[in-house]
């Protein structure tokens, strides 16, 4: 384990001149938050605490001991950053830029390239190019995160593209290891491990370092321990992690390789999906995915998006995954439709163009990557969908939505055809992974007791308050053991009935439901 890769003394830059060129109070008080305000409410984190914490602030090493002792490449050839951004936050652009200053070896930054997707104010952006190194473009229209990284890529200058969110923190030597990497082997596209930096008080802390990415059927990136076998053959923990997946914010990949493995897919909109297509496109087609512990960047994890997406962030989520799982996943999209079920009636565009693509490079099949990349993800035995009414005698489940909300009510309403067709508010869909789910939103109980109301919210896989068993005509919630039952509350007529859960009682004609498929 002990041997020492090639040694390299590197000059660290010293910015400070530069910096005092650019007016860092003016560019931060033009755009603060205001007593009174809410400090969350622009940017879905704490605002207030960003703007007190200077932006050349100290953070705590995260990385193993042991990535101190490496040394890298000396000839790594210089990267170009892109930072694409819609409404940032000035204090969070601005340190993610200034920590990039300060923990990289001048000589690797060929450029800082902002591309900024259409901010309300173009100051965001102009002003920085003040600052060492940064260039800025700005789009006159929205474009989402994928044709803004295009579009930064396609003036890059650089031989690799450094690709990073607009709020985050490199920490001490994160580029060496990651350009080495690709230095050694231009397919592969390397990523570093990200840190959290606390949302409320943007304390950096330290995350897992034996995890990699995974997903769902239903085609939703989440972090996974790695198996307790790969765990014991991991002799140094400074050693790369294969990964079937990327999050998606933060990576490197040669230029030519990103342009030969046909950069993006340009139709995809304002955010989510691109990681998959991005995952599947470089395993399938000849590259390799790796996290290299001995890199570090935090980044602000949000629970929302703090942006609006002109399509609704539904829509645009599933388009962009749709066309993925269409291009990518040959017969194994049934699964991703089993999981959603809704998805299979939405437009997702033209793309003929990415399947010329895949032909062109004569990409391996899914059940390839299935195999060799990604088999603990398992295939399931069905992917049958069951969709249609849920009714109690004349009376069907209702969804009651509010737009651009995430949480809906749920009613007991008489059944309502529209041209012969049941009413779209009242078709629900019985997954595979025991949901109840329409769009994209699950029938879920929060608290459990008896009366305990029924709601629906966004679907999260492996969640067993949102599984539900179907035993006989009744529905049971699969947490509480409750079963789905109607009472009497709302305006206490027989027509507005709300939905709950109760012991379960076989006599109970309020807990009779039948399924009746559309
Ligand atoms: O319309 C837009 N235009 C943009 O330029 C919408 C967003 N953006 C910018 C935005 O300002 C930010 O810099 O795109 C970047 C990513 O958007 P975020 O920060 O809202 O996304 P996220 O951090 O929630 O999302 C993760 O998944 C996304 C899927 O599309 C992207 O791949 C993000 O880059 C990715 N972030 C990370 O991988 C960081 C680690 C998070 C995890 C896990
Ligand atoms: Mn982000």
Redesign the pocket.
């Known amino acids: 384990i002990g041997e020492k890769k090639s040694v390299c003394p590197i000059l660290e830059a010293d910015w400070d001149d530069l910096w005092d060129q650019f007016d860092e109070r003016r560019y931060l008080n033009a755009k603060k938050w205001r007593v009174g305000d809410d400090p969350y409410k622009l940017h879905a984190f704490n605002q207030r605490e960003s703007e007190r914490i200077s932006s050349n602030r100290a953070i705590p090493d995260t990385r193993h001991l042991r990535c101190t002792l490496l040394m890298y490449c000396r000839d790594l050839p210089p990267t170009s950053i892109i930072?694409?951004?819609?409404?940032?936050a000035r204090s969070t652009l601005l340190r993610t830029i200034r920590s990039v200053l300060n923990r990289t070896p001048m000589n690797l930054i060929k450029e800082i390239i902002l591309?900024d997707?259409f901010s309300n104010d173009p100051g965001d952006c102009e002003e920085l190019i003040k600052l060492p190194k940064v260039k800025c473009l700005r789009n006159d229209q929205?474009?989402?995160?994928?044709r803004?990284?295009i579009r930064g890529a396609d003036v890059a200058q650089g031989t690799t593209l450094t690709?990073?969110?607009?709020?985050?923190e490199v920490n001490r030597d994160w580029l060496q290891p990651l350009l080495h990497r690709v230095k050694e082997d231009y397919t592969r596209v390397v990523c570093p491990v990200?840190d959290i930096i606390n949302l409320d008080t943007f304390s950096y802390i330290e995350s897992a370092t034996e995890l990699r990415?995974g997903f769902d059927w239903s085609l939703h990136?989440q972090?996974e321990q790695l198996s307790p076998e790969q765990k014991a053959q991991r002799l140094d923990p400074s050693e790369p992690i294969r990964t079937p997946i990327?999050?998606?914010?933060?990576f490197v990949m040669d230029k030519s390789w990103f342009n030969f493995l046909g950069k993006y897919d340009m139709d995809m909109?304002?955010?989510?999906?691109?990681?998959f297509e991005m995952s599947f496109r470089v395993w399938m087609c000849g590259g390799s995915l790796e996290i290299v512990p001995c890199s570090r960047v935090g980044?602000?994890?949000?629970k929302k998006?703090?942006?609006v997406?002109p399509d609704g962030n539904a829509n645009t989520y599933i388009k962009?995954t749709k066309r993925t799982a269409e291009v990518w996943m040959d017969e194994y999209k049934q699964y991703f439709y089993a999981a959603r079920p809704f998805a299979l009636e939405r437009p997702f565009g033209d793309i003929e163009s990415r399947l010329d693509l895949r032909r062109k490079l004569r990409c391996q099949s899914f059940k390839w990557y299935l195999e060799n990349v990604y088999p603990e993800l398992r295939v399931p035995k069905d992917s049958s969908i069951q969709k249609g009414t849920i009714r109690q005698r004349q009376k069907c489940l209702e969804s009651q939505r509010r737009k651009n909300q995430e949480v809906s009510n749920l009613k007991l309403r008489p059944c309502v055809k529209i041209k012969g067709e049941d009413a779209k508010s009242q078709i629900w869909a019985f997954t595979y992974t025991q949901q109840i789910i329409q769009e994209e939103l699950c029938l879920s109980v929060i608290t459990f007791f008896p009366g305990a109301p029924v709601v629906l919210v966004l679907c999260k896989n492996g969640d067993d308050k949102q599984q539900w068993t179907k035993t006989g005509s009744r529905i049971e919630h699969m947490a509480s053991h409750l079963c789905l039952d109607t009472d009497l509350f709302g305006d206490g007529t027989e027509n507005d009935r709300e939905v709950v859960v109760n012991p379960c009682e076989s006599s109970l004609m309020s807990q009779h439901w039948d399924m009746e498929s559309h």
């Open positions: 930072i694409t951004f819609h409404n940032e591309v997707d929205r474009q989402g995160l994928v803004s990284r690709f990073l969110d607009s709020h985050c990200i990415g990136f972090w990327i999050a998606g914010g933060l909109d304002i955010w989510g999906g691109e990681n980044h602000v994890f949000r998006h703090p942006y997406f962009n």
